[in-house]
């Protein structure tokens, strides 16, 4: 039986609507970059439809839909423009907490990947939808991204298909301390280079840009490269976990620039320790993310969160901000241990699945509340 | 980017299909009759697309998506014809498990209610799939269905989101035996009446047709109606989880037969105690589906597991199953209480969360272990 | 340095002494007779002594102290007569409850084991014991008495070390509603004969005795023979926690009685299941039990509580409690199945360790709760 | 029923001893300082008692009784010389593996306090005790001492009786990685000074003798100030669990030298943070430390674990680690953060409770299992 009611309302005329994630501000459509972004719609209503576009070269999207804040689908939106039942059948006169969540990052290597909502669709109400009392930012490589969380122990594709921002210790750190969320995360690069090298394939370069970590004209054109507006969210707290991919290129072969013909190599000496000065040169690289980190957000803690695949940069991470602190005299920035993923909580493709990232969400939330004396 | 190498296989032309769950045979197109029921590849290829059929007046259709056993993705098919993608990008050397299960029961009161596999695409072999060691057979109610394993605890609409063929016990239990398994289940039935007194809504008087639960023509025409063929699937355990609704009908209002203007009702004592006559008819309703489920699964353990939303019934099950082995001698008839939901492990609409379920297959499987000697 | 303020109390000069078990009353000593009998102290001073005494010929006494509801201390009393110091060293303004607590079972084998407590010894006040607000009585076999919960799982030698009274089922599931609780139970022991065919090792013939499992003229002159003060202590809730070594009967040897030359054993029949008759004769002595429990305990639920190394027999003791609410219409008895022991919870001897104690004391306290409307 | 075939073995006698922790070498009697020292044996025989003697002015003494590496008994032992029952009765011709473990550290507050064992008695043969493949040290503070493991959370006295070596993540490691292990541990001292700003309370000014932190001419007659002997026991792995009371200093009252009438305070600057130069000193104390520590343990893997009470020297530990590090090359020194305990985990007296000690051995055998290619 077709629902007769429904009306059609573009994302850019609806007054309740709560977008999450770092987006350019426009709304018709709403361009998805991060991972964990989305929307939340407050619906008294029996039915409700998303419009969902997605376009990609080789990287499909996927999304995730919750309703009063408990996962219940979650799927390929493969080319075109598509019209989704969130909904239907539902007691028209009680209120559903709604959220669309992209559950992939934002993937560099494919320049025509993209995700974007257009419209909604319902048979009642779109209600306010409280904001929270805290804002955290989270900024991350793969581990943060959700790489790993779905799947099989024994997937190895690099697919959209294992990401995930729901069973994302971001998501569960900000849901325990009832707080707003952003994700800044990309898979494989790191403080100073990605795990292979490549010295563009770090996180702080990008990190004013609405998603700086993106290319090609039709990202351009969506305001990827915009300037973030900083004023408008400012977090409580910004967690850093960058640093394993850092680690991953003492070990990896060197990355050529081939129009210049320079060579990058983080470089191990015959010991097997680290060259003194290539860590050097990621400490700094630290330290200036550090620096600009707190241009942007001004009253944010600041914790740097690592250890969930191990923990050999920690001396350098503390060493940078170790020497942060002691130029600035900025006591808002401090380093936490994440626990390591073990043999009972690896995912796919060896990284950390949902019970990994339940544990650090455990831990994470614990040190959060105490530094907001919650 | 489009793959051009995808080809499309009917189901009826695909050598290596395996379907799950009690069917026609027919599958031109399949059509999936059962919560839990579905269709298994082993898939050598980059990329696969499913093409599905969803028609209902009221509910729709709800199916989980397997890779290797790990479920990625379900999702809501609303009415018409649609392909889905399964998987893309996958190396393509790779051999890939995959399940598409239908996560919601026949849906009785919905005469138009009906979902249907036509066909797969993809650019690979679809290779055989092995047959599992054991077969389970599954009869059961709302729990069963895995009515409250989705969505929030304060949910109460009766839709299909609530429900999970796959964080369900039976799927649980049977991977814990490696066993392929079938179910079949109804929201509210019973062993003698519904919940509500209703006296053909139990689930005995259909259980020889392929899917008896269902009404209306166009189920008729599927094949719902035809007998089983017992033949083809002979199981090594039936487990029955009846009890729960024949326990509610005492407390629920009659029911009247508006056609014969006969009243049903199983009534109390003032006392609040069961009416003698009255339990012993439910007593006897189980003892006569023990002997109709020895007619059909001549060889099988049948485990009456009972217990998960209390055990009110235990006594009489106890009496109907001591009755049956008396009378018959056959001693491949057993009990077993399975462990009550708690706060903890709730789900919505007050039916056991999917920490209940895993809890009852963690202990239904090991009582099966220990029957079929593993 | 000496404590010079201590000062010695007889038990029986002690007004704010609560004496916990079935005992005979006399208090100068007080005889402990059952596992988890023992004495309970709110102690406002620093320093606390008991005196104790044991006297066996084979097997030694074993108790543990519980400071504030937490073990502290547990360990062997050989022959003689103790002072045991049980604190020292504490905040003499601050009020202590103390359990002196019987780790082990009366030895029915070893007629003079005995353990007895003559006085306690302080430098402070014996303040008022609150009454607890429910009671709670178990009777069982070795399960009950806590043999196995002690010692690694390759242990095989019965001695007293290996059997708790505080990582017990009985005690954790008193803690978690609140309650006192008497504990009646006997290794090896049945409802109707030993594990071994003995017929005179059945726990009901000697439910009446304060302690009549026991033997011999000193227990005699204790008064463990003596009617049991019934009216002293109506329980709120008896289990029954008896089945386990009825089964065991058949699988054994018989046993002759060497006076009479009579011949008892349970019979399997060649197909291995139960003789008809033994297994009535099992039901029978079942249902007797309850109709003298219920003579004893005239408000009591009574629950028999079966399951933690299988459930052969629950089908006979659903027939037996069934015969006996058929006949008196008594519906405040009902069965539970347990929670069956696992690999990961099996304790010494085979026997259920710590973790299937609590596990059944989870099942058993929410049970009870249900029963008793909390 | 007396054992008539027991025969008293002083310790000095005994071939298959193994001593553990660490002592002077002498056996007649042994002197126990250490929480966790002890004596292990391998008993073949039924029956085995073992001479302790006890001596203190304020603080009894406790021990462990582990059989097959289960823990069975804990007891106080009060002032003289008492033989304890460890078992009896049990089946001679089996091996039992024994420990008795000292539960409590040396109490530098207690002059007279000692625990010695003097002889064994048992009817059988005393058996060789393998060696474990590796050995670890840990060093630490009242946390390491395993204050607060044992006893209600309400617990506030400071006396021995809180005190566990065996629910301490020292032995729980240990076991888990198949090690011996030492302890080096004293409630209340930090690497600098103690919590109370006590400057001579630090470990480091004590770690070459047996057990520096005793006082008074008793300990000195028995050999508590000399020299340890390093050579005759060499870690594999150097735990360091300090900085906890370094951390509490800065927030406690200044402590004044009598004799000198020189203070002792560390300090915060008035906006909380640690003065500079204090926390420096603290540096400089735990970098010397290292220096120390290789000195006596020439290829140790040295882990300087901290965490389990918050981590606010956490930054200064790096730094100190960092700098010994880069001035010696010596890279087998490493830092790791362990759990902190939450309000699931605490134990009494405001300390990590069992469950805390199990969650750091979890962690702490996992990074040590990978430092020695585990």
Redesign the interface.
């Known amino acids: 039986?077709k629902n007769e009611q429904l009306t059609v309302h573009a994302l850019s005329e609806i007054d309740n609507l709560k977008v999450h994630g770092r987006t350019t501000g426009l709304l018709s459509p709403l361009t998805l970059f991060w991972t964990g972004s989305g929307i939340e719609l407050n619906v008294k209503g029996s039915e409700l439809w998303i419009e969902v576009e997605a376009q990609y070269?080789?990287?499909?999207a996927w999304i995730s839909i919750l309703?009063?804040?408990?996962p219940?689908?979650?799927?390929?939106l493969?080319e075109g423009r598509h019209w989704i039942?969130v909904?239907?059948?539902?007691?028209d006169q009680?209120i559903k907490n709604v959220r669309i969540v992209k559950d992939v990052q934002p993937m560099s290597e494919d320049a025509h990947c993209c995700l974007q909502i257009h419209a909604v669709k319902c048979d009642g109400q779109l209600l306010p939808v409280e904001d929270k009392p805290y804002k955290i930012e989270f900024i991350g490589d793969s581990i943060t991204s959700g790489e790993g969380i779905?799947?099989?122990k024994?997937?190895?594709?690099w697919?959209?298909?294992w990401f995930s921002a729901i069973h994302n210790y971001t998501r569960i750190t900000a849901d325990a301390l009832n707080a707003e969320y952003r994700v800044i995360a990309q898979s494989g690069w790191g403080v100073l280079t990605s795990w292979d090298n490549k010295p563009h394939a770090n996180i702080p370069a990008y990190y004013e840009q609405v998603c700086g970590v993106l290319t090609g004209e039709a990202n351009e054109s969506l305001g990827a490269f915009d300037e973030n507006n900083f004023a408008a969210w400012q977090p409580d707290v910004v967690v850093v976990n960058l640093g394993t991919n850092d680690n991953g290129a003492f070990y990896s072969p060197e990355w050529k620039d081939e129009t210049t013909g320079r060579i990058y190599k983080q470089r191990l000496y015959d010991d097997g320790?680290y060259n003194e000065e290539d860590l050097k040169a990621f400490e700094v690289a630290a330290e200036n993310f550090l620096i600009k980190l707190r241009i942007y957000n001004r009253n944010a803690h600041i914790v740097w969160a690592y250890?969930m695949i191990g923990?050999p940069m920690?001396?350098a991470i503390?060493?940078a901000?170790?020497s942060y602190?002691q130029k600035t005299g900025d006591?808002k920035v401090?380093?936490?241990?994440l626990?390591?993923m073990?043999e009972d909580t690896v995912g796919?493709r060896s990284h950390p699945g949902a019970l990994a990232h339940e544990r650090t969400a455990d831990?994470l939330s614990?040190?959060i509340r105490e530094l907001l004396s919650l």
């Open positions: 039986m070269d080789q990287y499909e309703i009063n804040n408990v219940i689908s979650r799927l390929m493969t039942c909904f239907r059948g539902m007691n009680h779905i799947g099989a024994s997937e190895e594709d697919i959209p298909m320790s250890g923990i920690m001396p503390y060493r901000v170790d602190v006591n401090s380093v936490l241990q626990p390591n073990t796919s831990e614990r040190y």
